[in-house]
């Protein structure tokens, strides 16, 4: 029964749940970018290049029936998958962090009599 009560402990932790909806929504969220990628920006991107779909784009090696093909459009495209999927993590993690952002605490006023006593100095400044 120690290792399943230890198990139950561990799934209790917050941290366990956490990190599983974390899992959960970042696959979810990568589904959204990828189709942002490859059906809203990918196709004016490949028009405005002279209508490649980057998908297509293989170099074949050898000849005949048993030739083989370097699918760097594949490629291309997990590249720029990758790099929207990364910025708009980067925007979701700056704005939560602007969220949580703590303002500089203000400087602590001194007490009255240090305050008193800067003022004594500054009357014997000017009186000198």
Not at 18 to 24: E, N, R, T
Not at 46 to 69: E, I, M, P, W
Request: with cysteine; proline share 5%.
């Amino acid at each position: 029964m120690g290792f399943v009560n230890e198990f139950v402990a561990f799934i209790k932790r917050g941290s366990v749940i956490d990190l599983a909806v974390g899992v959960i929504i970042g696959a979810a969220f990568g589904k959204i970018v990828s189709s942002l990628v490859g059906d809203v920006l990918m196709p004016p991107i490949g028009y405005l290049v002279g209508g490649v779909k980057f998908t297509d784009l293989s170099l074949a090696l050898g000849g005949g029936d048993t030739s083989v093909t370097i699918n760097y459009g594949n490629f291309l495209q997990t590249v720029f998958d990758f790099l929207i999927i990364a910025f708009c993590v980067f925007l979701v993690v700056k704005a939560v962090n602007s969220l949580y952002r703590k303002e500089p605490p203000k400087p602590a006023e001194p007490p009255a009599h240090e305050k008193l006593l800067a003022e004594i100095r500054d009357l014997l400044k000017a009186r000198a």
